[in-house]
């Protein structure tokens, strides 16, 4: 079985080609991928090659941007090529669903956009109601 899912953010907007009579979408795209666990308590991040075609090509070109965060589910797919006199190896994600990981009022936030709210003026500390003491002798699990 050859599946892959991943979540990440794009290092830079799509790179979109038109192929064939069809004019088919092939979209070219790098997620960088945080790492569960960190060297030296430093950021680590994966950057991985993706590819989507078709339909999938067309929405990355059109709705995606550097920064995005998405999740992508596809399949690895490894090949190779000659430049200059040499064999380059290749991996890529072929993207077969993605969509996005997080909304755009997210995404705002994110890129330093968010102006904090304040708290209703019923809400206590961590957003938890003041629960009056009477109240604690009736509940039959206090």
């Known amino acids: 079985m050859n599946k892959v899912i991943?979540?990440?953010?794009l290092t830079r907007d799509p790179e979109v080609r038109?192929?064939?009579a069809d004019s088919s979408a092939v979209?070219?795209?790098t997620l960088a991928v945080d790492r569960r666990f960190k060297k030296d308590g430093g950021d680590a991040a994966d950057f991985i090659q993706c590819v989507a075609f078709g339909k999938s090509g067309e929405f990355a070109e059109k709705y995606f941007k550097k920064g995005t965060k998405i999740v992508v589910e596809g399949r690895i797919?490894?090949?190779?090529?000659?430049?200059d006199g040499q064999r380059i190896y290749t991996t890529d994600?072929?993207?077969e669903q993605q969509e996005f990981a997080e909304s755009k009022a997210s995404q705002s936030e994110s890129a330093g956009n968010f102006e904090p709210q304040s708290a209703p003026s019923s809400a206590v500390g961590e957003g938890f109601m003041n629960i009056p003491d009477a109240v604690?002798?009736?509940l039959p699990f206090a």
């Open 18 to 20: 038109y192929t064939g």
């Open 27 to 29: 979209a070219r795209y």
């Open 77 to 83: 797919q490894t090949g190779s090529y000659e430049k």
């Open 136 to 138: 604690g002798e009736e």
């Open 6 to 9: 991943l979540m990440g953010r």
């Open 93 to 95: 994600v072929v993207v």
